[in-house]
C-alpha cells in the first residue's frame, strides 16, 4: 500500500523546506521553500530551476538545509495529492544513483511513466464508460421510445453491472453506434462516467500438474525460506519446469496478499510466456515493456503501485516500477545480457533483483539452464542457494551434440556437406531443422576483387553488412546506410562480391537447394513488424519438415516439436572474442540453441561446425555439458584474476579528435592512481576495441580490484572531479560500474 500522506494538514503560512530529486546530469538534490501548499515525499513539484522550471520529487520534508532559508527559492505547485512513490521505493532509487554514480534526479524521473515526468496530471485509474441515466433507466421501463435502436441500446446498458459499459463493450456487442449513442445522449439517457479501478481477481485454481520430486523439493526448499530474503539459483535445463516452479510459487505468494516480479529477457517476453502466466494467475498478471503505448504502461504502472494488480511481468526496467507488498522476484534466464542497460543509467537488473527483494525481505530466485558465472561463484561462496532441475518435465531426452571440424572443408554459403547431408536426411524424414547463425543482412562485408576495396563505414572501424533485401549496405554499430553501388567507388570495376554469409544470404541458398520446404528466417529484420513472428511461427505449427534460419532471436521462449536438427553455422566467433567474457556468451548460446532440438518425442542431434576443434573450453562444454563448462572457465578467470573474482568499472570517453579524449582520461587517471586504495589496479587509458564509432574516437580506462569497497571508495568522488577536469566538455564520457562487456 503507498505510504500515509505525511503533512497533508496544510500549515498555513509556515514556511517548510523540502528536498527535490529533478532530473539533471548533477549529483546532488536541491532544496526549496514551501509555503502554503501541502506536500508529502513521493509528491511531484514544480520549481523554477535556473533560468527555466523543471518537474521533481520530493525525497524529504522539513529538512535541514546547509543554505539559509531565504536564500531558497520557493515551490511553484505541487503537483500530486497522493505520493507516485513511496519512502522505500524512493530510497531503493537513491541506493541505485549511489552504486552506479548516477545523478539521483534522472535515476527517480527515469522510474515515473514518461508522462508523469514531464509534468502531467496523473490519469484516473478507471475506465470511461458510457452509463444509464434515471430518466433513460424510466424509458426502458415504459418503452417509451419509438425509436428500435434507441431503445435496444438503452435495454442493453440497463442489462449490464452497474448498468455502464466501456465504448469497446458497446461497440463489440451491438456493432457501430456512434448516431444511436448521440442520439440518448442529446436526451440525457445516458452520460459518460468514469468507472472506479477494480481490484484484479486473485486466482482460485489450482494447477493440476504432479510435481516431479526435483520440482517438489525446490518449493519445499524455498517454501521453508518464504519468511524473509533469500536468493535461490533455479538451474535447470530447457523444459526441466522452472517456469512451472515460478508459477506455483506465485500462487502461493499471491494467497499471501503479496505481489509478484518477474523479469524476463527482451526476446522472451512472448505472447506464449504472458497466455501461460495469465491462465494459471488470472488477469492480475500485467505486462510492462517498450512495445506499450504511454497510456498503457502508465495504467500498469498504477495498478501495481496499488495493489490492483499484482503480477509484474516485465522486461529490464520493469525492476524499477513501484509494486505494493513485494513478495517474490523471479528472474528468468538470469545470465541474459539483456538484462544490463547499456546506455545511460548502465545498471544490471539481475543484480537490482536481489538489492530489491534483500530490501523487500522476500525471496529471489534466479532461473537458468546456463547460469552465468557470476551467479555460480556466489553459489560458490555460500551467497546463493543452488538448487537443480535435473529432468526434461516431460519423455524429451536431451540431444546429441557433435563438433563439425570444417577447416579443409569446401563450404556452400557457409555449410559443410556433412551438414547439409544431415539436414538433407532430416529433412527427408519429414523432421524440421534449424540453421543457427548469429549474423543478419546477407554478407558481412561487400568487396572488389580488382582492387581490394571494402564497404567500410565512413564512421566506425567496422564494415557496412550488406542487406541484398533493401539494397543497403547497412553498419550494424552506428545505424550508417548507402544504396549498393553499382560498380566499386574505388576504381570502377564491375561486380562487387559478397564476402561471408549472414541470416539472408543462407535463407537464398536453402531457398534454392531444398527448394518447397518451407523456410523461415527469424532475425532482427525479418521480424521487424509487431506479430510477424508469431505469424510465421505458427506457419511451423501445421507444417511437417520445415527449416528455420535465425539468429538468437531463436534461441529462446519458443517450443518447436518438430525439430530434430539444429545446426551452428559458426560457433568461432565467441572463441577468440576480445571480451574475456566471450566464451562464456558462446556457450550460454550454444546451449540454448541446441535445448531447442528434440523437445517432443523425437530425439534431436546438434551439429556445431568449428575451425577450432581442438577448444578445450568448447571441448569440455560438448563432451561435459555446461556445468563442467562454467567450472573450467571459473578457474580461468580466478586464475586471471578476473570477474567474478575481481570488480570492475569502466569509464569510456569519446571525441570527435581522438587526443581529447586520450588526455581526457590521463588526467582522470592521475587522479585515480593517487586518490586509489591499494588493491585498486588502472589499466589505460587504451584505445577502445572498435576504436572509431559514428565518427568519434574512443579510448577506455578500466578500474578493477578484488574488494569492492576499494574499488568503490574511488568511484565515490569521480563524477565530481571529472565535472572539474579540464577539457571535460570535450568529450563525450560514461561510467559503467560491473560493465558486462568492454566494448
Ligand atoms: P522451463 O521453464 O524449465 O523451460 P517449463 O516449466 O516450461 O520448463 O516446463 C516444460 C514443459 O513441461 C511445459 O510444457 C510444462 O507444462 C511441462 N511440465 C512442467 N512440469 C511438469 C510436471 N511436473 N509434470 C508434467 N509436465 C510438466
Ligand atoms: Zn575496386
Ligand atoms: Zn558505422
Not at 500522506?5 to 498555513?12: D, K, M, Y
Not at 531558497?72 to 552506479?100: C, H, K, M, N, T
Request: proline share 6%; net charge positive; hydrophobic share 45%.
Amino acid at each position: 500500500m503507498r505510504t500515509a500522506l505525511v503533512g497533508l494538514e496544510s500549515h498555513p503560512m509556515t514556511e517548510r523546506v523540502i528536498r527535490v530529486a529533478i532530473a539533471a546530469p548533477l549529483h546532488r538534490v536541491f532544496d526549496y521553500r514551501l509555503s502554503t501548499w501541502e506536500a508529502a515525499v513521493g509528491c511531484r513539484v514544480r520549481v523554477p530551476f535556473g533560468r527555466t522550471r523543471a518537474i521533481g520529487v520530493i525525497l524529504a520534508v522539513d529538512v535541514r538545509s546547509d543554505l539559509p532559508t531565504d536564500r531558497l527559492r520557493s515551490v511553484e505547485q505541487v503537483l500530486d495529492r497522493v505520493p507516485l512513490l513511496g519512502i522505500d521505493d524512493l530510497a531503493f532509487l537513491q541506493w541505485v544513483a549511489d552504486y552506479y554514480r548516477h545523478p539521483v534526479g534522472e535515476v527517480v524521473a527515469g522510474a515515473l511513466p514518461l508522462r508523469l515526468r514531464k509534468g502531467a496530471a496523473v490519469t484516473p485509474l478507471g475506465e470511461a464508460v458510457w452509463a444509464l441515466t434515471p430518466a433513460g433507466a424510466e424509458q426502458v421501463e415504459a418503452h417509451l421510445s419509438r425509436a428500435p435502436r434507441q431503445m435496444e441500446l438503452l435495454a442493453w446498458l440497463a442489462g449490464q453491472p452497474g448498468q455502464m459499459a466501456t465504448p469497446t463493450q458497446l461497440r463489440d456487442a451491438l456493432g457501430d453506434v456512434a448516431r444511436t449513442l448521440r442520439a440518448v445522449r442529446a436526451k440525457d439517457w445516458v452520460e459518460a462516467r468514469e468507472s472506479a479501478a477494480v481490484v484484479d481477481p486473485l486466482p482460485v485454481v489450482q494447477s493440476a500438474t504432479v510435481l516431479n520430486p526435483q520440482q517438489a523439493a525446490v518449493i519445499e526448499q524455498l517454501g521453508t525460506c518464504r519468511a524473509g530474503f533469500s536468493v535461490a539459483l533455479l538451474d535447470g535445463v530447457t523444459g526441466s519446469g522452472k517456469t512451472e516452479v515460478y508459477l506455483r510459487l506465485a500462487a502461493s505468494v499471491l494467497a499471501q496478499g503479496r505481489s509478484v516480479l518477474v523479469l524476463v529477457p527482451e526476446i522472451s517476453l512472448t505472447p506464449q510466456l504472458l497466455g501461460r502466466f495469465s491462465e494459471r494467475l488470472g488477469s492480475t498478471v500485467r505486462v510492462l515493456h517498450s512495445g506499450l503505448n504511454e497510456r498503457e504502461r502508465e495504467q500498469t504502472w498504477h495498478r501495481l503501485a496499488r495493489g490492483l494488480s499484482r503480477v509484474l511481468l516485465g522486461t529490464r526496467s520493469a525492476i524499477f516500477a513501484p509494486i505494493a507488498d513485494l513478495g517474490l522476484v523471479v528472474v528468468d534466464e538470469e545470465h541474459d545480457p539483456s538484462f544490463k542497460q547499456t546506455e545511460g543509467l548502465r545498471y544490471s537488473a539481475r543484480d537490482l533483483a536481489v538489492v530489491r527483494a534483500r530490501r523487500a525481505g522476500c525471496p529471489v530466485i534466479l532461473g537458468s539452464a546456463t547460469p552465468a558465472l557470476e551467479s555460480l561463484r556466489n553459489v560458490e561462496s555460500g551467497r546463493y542457494r543452488h538448487m537443480r532441475l535435473e529432468q526434461r518435465a516431460g519423455a524429451a531426452a536431451s540431444p546429441r551434440i557433435d563438433l563439425l571440424d570444417i577447416r579443409d572443408q569446401p563450404l556452400h554459403a557457409g555449410l559443410s556437406e556433412p551438414l547439409l547431408d544431415s539436414v538433407a536426411a532430416a529433412l527427408a524424414r519429414e523432421e524440421q531443422v534449424i540453421l543457427f547463425l548469429n549474423r543478419r543482412g546477407y554478407a558481412p562485408v561487400l568487396s572488389c576483387f580488382s582492387c581490394g576495396w571494402l564497404s567500410d563505414c565512413p564512421r566506425c572501424d567496422a564494415r557496412q553488412t550488406l542487406h541484398r533485401g533493401s539494397g543497403l549496405l547497412w553498419c550494424h554499430h552506428c545505424g550508417t546506410r548507402r544504396r549498393v553501388p553499382r560498380s566499386c567507388p574505388a576504381c570502377g570495376a564491375t561486380g562487387l562480391q559478397p564476402l561471408g554469409q549472414g541470416t539472408e544470404r543462407l535463407e537464398v541458398f536453402l531457398a534454392e537447394r531444398f527448394a518447397g520446404v518451407p523456410l523461415i528466417r527469424v532475425d532482427r529484420d525479418a521480424t521487424a513488424r509487431r506479430g510477424a513472428l508469431e505469424r510465421q511461427l505458427a506457419r511451423l505449427q501445421v507444417a511437417r519438415s520445415a527449416l528455420l534460419v535465425g539468429t538468437q532471436m531463436l534461441a529462446k521462449g519458443h517450443h518447436f516439436p518438430r525439430v530434430t536438427l539444429v545446426g551452428v553455422v559458426d560457433a568461432d566467433g565467441g572463441l577468440y572474442s576480445a571480451d574475456f567474457r566471450g566464451t562464456e556468451r558462446m556457450a550460454q548460446l550454444l546451449v540454448q540453441v541446441a535445448g531447442r532440438a528434440g523437445r517432443g518425442d523425437l530425439p534431436g542431434r546438434v551439429l556445431i561446425q568449428t575451425r577450432f576443434p581442438e577448444h578445450p573450453l568448447l571441448n569440455t562444454l560438448v563432451r561435459q555439458g555446461y556445468p563442467a563448462f562454467a567450472a573450467a572457465a571459473l578457474r580461468e578467470r580466478r586464475a586471471a584474476c578476473l570477474p567474478p573474482y575481481s570488480h570492475q568499472a569502466l569509464v569510456r570517453a569519446e571525441a570527435v579528435r581522438a587526443e581529447h579524449a586520450e588526455e581526457f582520461l590521463e588526467r582522470l587517471a592521475a587522479w585515480a592512481g593517487a586518490e586509489a586504495q591499494a588493491g585498486v589496479e588502472l589499466w589505460g587509458p587504451v584505445p577502445a576495441p572498435m576504436t572509431r564509432r559514428a565518427g568519434r574516437h574512443r579510448v577506455h580506462l578500466l578500474m578493477q580490484a578484488t574488494c569492492r569497497e576499494a574499488l568503490h571508495a574511488l568511484l565515490h568522488g569521480l563524477p565530481e572531479h571529472v565535472a572539474g577536469l579540464r577539457g571535460a566538455r570535450r568529450v563525450r564520457w560514461s561510467l559503467d560500474v560491473d560493465p558486462v562487456d568492454l566494448y
